[in-house]
């Protein structure tokens, strides 16, 4: 039964990925974290492998998503080039920082990370937009730790961050959600083999998991996610833009929601 929980969990997510660029973690962490603790594995663990095994399932899902957008050609490459030296660098420190931190701290900073984003998406005003908006190498580097950092503590991919950043400095909305997408994979890479080597020797662990992953999770929610990611994207470039942002606002609302009262 668990296993049919964790291929809905992996639908959704998916279909989530493709449309909003956010790999879909904001999806399976929360989902993943109340499956676990009905299957009664100890609450040490229960936040770092919702975490841990949510970015293992991203470097699926945004290899699927990337594509996906990388064919509508909304991937800005010259955006991903400046980030990648801080995403990859970011992520290994955020799981790094997120095994220090308890269950209700990285809930309670997520919940008011969500409502700031948000907030911002929806109220603040637009902007002129073309390359010429994008903060310096230096800058974008800085941009890319941040978001990795952040990305890879709360086990997310990197479109919750990235996405209101690339929107914020001038990107289009739908080419920021195709950017978010190829800016998740070395996120999720790089975030899953760390939480892998962080919880290694973890007292706890249940069996089928190494570290902070949970393997039969990964495989129910990849085998569903990868695919319907693909109906996302196509969703994605159907929707009015004004219309992508609000939907993605309220995502983030909904979540914070959730983790704030978890």
């Not at 800016?183 to 919880?199: D, F």
């Not at 695919?227 to 994207?233: E, K, L």
């Amino acid at each position: 039964m668990s296993f049919i929980v964790f291929l809905g969990i992996g639908a959704l997510a998916g279909f989530m990925a493709g449309l909003f660029g956010i790999g879909g973690g904001v999806i399976i962490v929360p989902l993943l974290a109340l499956t676990f603790e009905a299957l009664g594995f100890p609450s040490s663990v229960i936040v770092h492998m919702a975490t841990g095994t949510s970015l293992a399932t991203i470097a699926i899902t945004s290899l699927s998503s990337a594509n996906a957008h990388f064919k509508r050609e909304s991937v800005r490459f010259d955006c991903l080039k400046l980030l990648l030296p801080g995403l990859v660098f970011g992520a290994m420190l955020g799981v790094v920082i997120g095994g220090q931190l308890s269950g209700a701290i990285m809930s309670m900073l997520l919940s008011i990370f969500f409502l700031l984003v948000a907030t911002k998406l929806l109220f603040s005003p637009s902007i002129a937009r073309g390359h010429e908006a994008l903060p310096s190498r230096p800058g974008m580097l800085g941009a890319g730790g941040v978001i990795g950092a952040l990305s890879a503590l709360f086990g997310v991919g990197g479109g919750t961050l990235s996405v209101p950043f690339l929107e914020w400095r001038g990107v289009p909305m739908r080419s920021a959600v195709g950017t978010s997408s190829a800016c998740g994979v070395p996120i999720a890479i790089i975030g899953a083999l760390t939480a892998i080597v962080v919880g290694w020797s973890h007292a706890g662990l249940p069996p089928w998991a190494t570290g902070y992953v949970y393997w039969p999770a990964f495989i129910g929610i990849v085998l569903m996610s990868a695919w319907t990611a693909r109906f996302g994207a196509r969703a994605a470039h159907f929707l009015p833009e004004r219309w992508l942002k609000r939907a993605f606002a309220a995502l983030l609302i909904v979540m914070a929601l959730k983790f704030l009262i978890s």
